[in-house]
């Protein structure tokens, strides 16, 4: 897989070898993809509403068999979507982390793990990415493991691994609603502007 590839040395840089920068370059073009993402596996969910809902008011056998076959496809397609989202929310997770450790090792003095991953730690990595079968969750812990992640010390700093201000401040958004402070239309307005704002800034400086 090309991206596994760059992110894992056969390109030009290792993981570990790119600056805090060039991380955030990989969480936004990552970030995209996961978001087209996002959206297939929505569009499809609605298409497969459709169709279903479709055959229910039909009641030649043809028309419905050839729903069905329809529904069918939508559903493996859906599938394959998940997946590819499963995998490349841990190649996104993945990048965070490391980007997250070389933004705060200064102020941390050493306690936010190691960035130095061996040929072993990349071939371990690189498997649980691929593995459908190992959950976020799993990936998330077992990454910390990798990193040396998850002591005492880098509790705090570890809230918001992967998340940046922006991330945090649509987070807070949503504790509004749930407080009852702020109504939903107003939350998403202000959290749409302030993820633009935040992508637009980013791509002028790419």
Do not use: C
């Not at 497969?48 to 043809?62: D, H, L, M, N």
């Not at 005492?152 to 609603?177: I, P």
């Amino acid at each position: 897989m090309a991206l596994i590839d760059k992110l894992f040395g056969k390109k030009e840089k290792t993981l570990s070898e790119l600056s805090a920068a060039e991380l955030r370059r990989e969480e936004i073009i990552l970030t995209k993809d996961r978001d087209k993402l996002f959206k297939k596996i929505e569009t499809v969910a609605t298409d497969k509403q459709k169709i279903f809902q479709q055959g229910a008011s039909q009641k030649s056998p043809e028309l419905r068999k050839a729903l069905a076959m329809q529904f069918e496809l939508k559903t493996q397609e859906q599938m394959l979507a998940g997946r590819q989202l499963n995998l490349r929310s841990k190649e996104l997770l993945t990048v965070s982390r490391v980007r997250m450790m070389k933004e705060n090792a200064p102020k941390m003095s050493g306690a936010m793990g190691r960035l130095n991953l061996t040929e072993k730690d990349v071939a371990r990595i690189t498997t649980w990415i691929e593995d459908d079968g190992v959950t976020q969750d799993m990936y998330n812990e077992r990454l910390d493991e990798i990193l040396g992640l998850g002591a005492q010390s880098d509790k705090d700093a570890m809230a918001h691994a992967g998340l940046s201000s922006t991330g945090q401040e649509v987070m807070n958004l949503w504790n509004d609603m749930d407080r009852g402070t702020i109504k939903q239309d107003e939350a998403f307005e202000a959290a749409d502007k302030a993820v633009r704002r935040k992508n637009e800034s980013m791509e002028k400086n790419l």
